[in-house]
Structures are given as C-alpha cells and as structure tokens.
C-alpha cells in the first residue's frame, strides 16, 4: 500500500477513474471547481453540486468543452436542502448512472472569525448546518447508490483546526472537528458490511476565496493553487486507494 504520508506526490494514469461517477459539492469554486475539472480528466462521470448555477454551469462547458465525459449539474442549497432532494439525488443517480462511486464532501464555510465569547448563535448555527449536518444527510442518502457498485469512496474535508483547534476560529473548528468524528464512525460502520471506504482529507492552506477571508492580509500566491493538491484526491477516489479506510489525511506535505 502506498504510504499515506506521501499521498501528495501519487502519479495518477490518465484513465483512473473511467467508468466512475463521482459527486462533488461546492463544484463550483476553490478546490471543489479544481477536483471537479481533474476527476473529468480522468475519465470520471462528475455530478456538481452546488448553491450558484452560473459557476457550475462554467464548470460544466469547460468539461463539455474538453472532451472529457458529460457531467451532470445539481443546483443544491445545502443551508436549506432537504432530505426528500438528497434522496431524490440517490435516485436519479441509481436510474440514470447505475450507481455512485465516488462522494466528495467539499462544500463549506468559513463563518466568523471571532471570539467563542461574541460569536453570533444564527452563523454558529448555519456553519454547523452546511459544513457537518448537510455532509451527514447528503452521505446518508447517498449510501444506496454508493453500495451499489464496488469499492465506493467517501471523502470529507476536514482543516488543520479540525486536527488541533485555535482561537477564533469559532464554529467552523467545531464543524471540522465533528467532520473527523462522522468519518470515523462511518467509516467504522460501514467496513462490517461493505466495501466503501471513508477518509478525512485536509487540503492545507490553499488559494481559494475561503482562504482569502480567513487571512486577508496573506499574498495569495503563497498558497498553492486548487490545481496543485489533486493528487490525493485523485488517489482516494481511484482504486490504488482500496484498503484505506478511517484515516485523517493531508493534501499537502506536512
Ligand atoms: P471556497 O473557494 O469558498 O469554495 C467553497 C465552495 O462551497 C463553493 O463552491 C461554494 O459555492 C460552496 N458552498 C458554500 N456554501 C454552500 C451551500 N450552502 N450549498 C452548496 N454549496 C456551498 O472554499 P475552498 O477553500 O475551496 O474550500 C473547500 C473545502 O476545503 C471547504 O470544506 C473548506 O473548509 C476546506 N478547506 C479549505 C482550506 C483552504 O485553505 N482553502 C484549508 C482547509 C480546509 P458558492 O461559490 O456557490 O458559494
């Protein structure tokens, strides 16, 4: 088995994920646009989701436009979806893709960056929703689809203060930390009575507007591009990954 601590440097070939349908939330931009773009490129079948159709539109014609498989769009809210819409996803997913072999859980928020002590109840609340409970109902209802083909696997974005939180960083440490504990059980679960693997990837600090305001004073190009941490993504999506389950991973070297 490759070493997990060298993920970032896994060599995919150019037809790792043929075959594959892969969904992405928050396709649209940052590093969700980036995985997106690549799995196609790799042959995947990706289905975008996300809140703004005009970015996933974009997403959608420069995959059309490079010749890569035909995506599919799915225009998600996921503050305010419910689970008849992720359940109706699973289904269409099932009919019209024969099933699902790949799940990214990338959306999320940044909320506020403040004090526990002034931060406001509605945006702890909102974070919490779209960064950890969304992740919980959308893999919940995609689980059919996912048992339905071989070697299915589940990503969840987690953060460093996911890992060892810091002050400030309010609601949105709380949702990565509780990201680590979903995947954990998950992944725990599921590896009785299935094949689908469940991991935790940390991308590291990268060059997305997410980054931009949680550090507004940062140079930008400090940061890697989205494009420059594919790679382990491509290796928990592909089956070199097949046997890693449970496991909190960094995009970046540590
Ligand atoms: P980003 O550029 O701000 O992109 C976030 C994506 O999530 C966008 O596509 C956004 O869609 C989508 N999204 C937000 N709220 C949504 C909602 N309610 N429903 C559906 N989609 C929603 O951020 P990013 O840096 O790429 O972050 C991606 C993931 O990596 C996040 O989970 C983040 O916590 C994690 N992460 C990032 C860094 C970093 O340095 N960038 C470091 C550690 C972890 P719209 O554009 O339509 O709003």
Redesign the pocket.
């Known amino acids: 088995m490759q070493d997990l601590t060298d993920i970032h440097n896994y060599n995919a070939n150019n037809t790792l994920l043929a075959g594959r349908n892969i969904v992405i ?9 980036a995985a997106a773009l690549r799995f196609a490129q790799h042959g995947a079948t990706v289905i975008l ?4 159709v005009d ?1 996933l539109a974009a997403v959608y014609d420069e995959i059309e436009a490079a010749g890569h498989p035909q995506p599919v769009m799915v225009e ?6 419910n689970n008849a819409e992720f359940e109706a996803l699973n289904r269409e997913i099932i009919d019209n893709l024969g099933g699902l072999h790949g799940l990214l ?6 909320g506020e960056m403040k004090p526990l002590s002034q931060y406001d109840a509605e945006t702890f609340d909102q974070v919490i929703k ?2 950890l409970t ?1 992740c919980f109902n959308l893999t919940q209802a995609l689980i059919p689809a996912l048992e339905s083909t071989e070697n299915a696997s589940i990503v969840f ?4 203060v996911g890992r060892k939180s810091r002050a400030y960083w309010g609601a ?1 440490a709380v949702s ?1 930390f509780a990201i680590e504990g979903l995947m954990q059980t998950w992944a725990d679960e599921l590896s009785d009575t299935c094949n689908i693997r469940v991991n935790s990837l ?10 931009k ?2 550090f507004p004073g940062e140079t930008p190009h400090n ?1 890697p591009a ?1 494009e420059a941490i594919m790679n382990s993504y491509l290796f928990l999506m592909g089956n070199d990954s097949i046997g890693v389950n449970g496991q909190q991973l960094n995009a970046q070297k540590k």
């Open positions: 939330t928050g396709a649209g931009d940052g590093i969700g646009r989701l996300g809140k703004t970015k998600l809210d996921l503050h305010t979806a859980n990338n959306a999320g928020i940044l779209v960064n969304s974005t987690s953060s460093s949105y990565k940390n991308p590291g600090a990268t060059q997305t507007n997410m980054r305001q949680a940061n989205p």
